[in-house]
Nanobody, 126 residues
Framework: QVQLVESGGGLVQPGGSLRLSCAAS????????IGWFRQAPGKEHEGVSC????????YYKDSVKGRFTISRDNGKNTAYLQMNSLKPEDTAVYYC???????????????????WGKGTLVTVSS
């Protein structure tokens, strides 16, 4: 059974940091592109960051560039999103998603991903 499970969300003050993890089971992540998406209340899903299976090609939403870092450890079948200098506008449910590399268009688009976790809530507030 293909499964993605996110962890690491929580409440953090502005300027703080969190590290999200995405553990895959039932399949091997090493041939998949992986993405982190988020949905704030009343808003559409948006692509935050994506990384291709070759580790070399990454995408970041403009508003998180320089603050967030996506990474993957294929040996642990896990992906990560390090989030620094968090802002209240980063508050959202964060989802991990995966798409076979051969089918991945490359634009970190919500509709391009086939496998999804259930999400983890990140709240940035003082």
């Amino acid at each position: 059974q293909v499964q993605l499970v996110e962890s690491g969300g929580g409440l953090v003050q502005p300027g703080g940091s969190l590290r999200l993890s995405c553990a895959a089971s039932g399949f091997s992540l090493d041939s998949y592109a992986i993405g982190w998406f988020r949905q704030a209340p009343g808003k559409e899903h948006e692509g935050v960051s994506c990384i291709r299976s070759n580790y070399n090609n990454t995408y970041y939403k403009d508003s998180v560039k320089g603050r967030f870092t996506i990474s993957r450890d294929n040996g642990k079948n896990t992906a990560y999103l390090q989030m620094n200098s968090l802002k209240p506008e980063d508050t959202a449910v964060y989802y991990c998603a995966a798409q076979p590399e051969a089918w991945y268009i490359g634009d970190c688009d919500y509709y391009d991903m086939n496998y999804w976790g259930k999400g983890t809530l990140v709240t940035v507030s003082s």
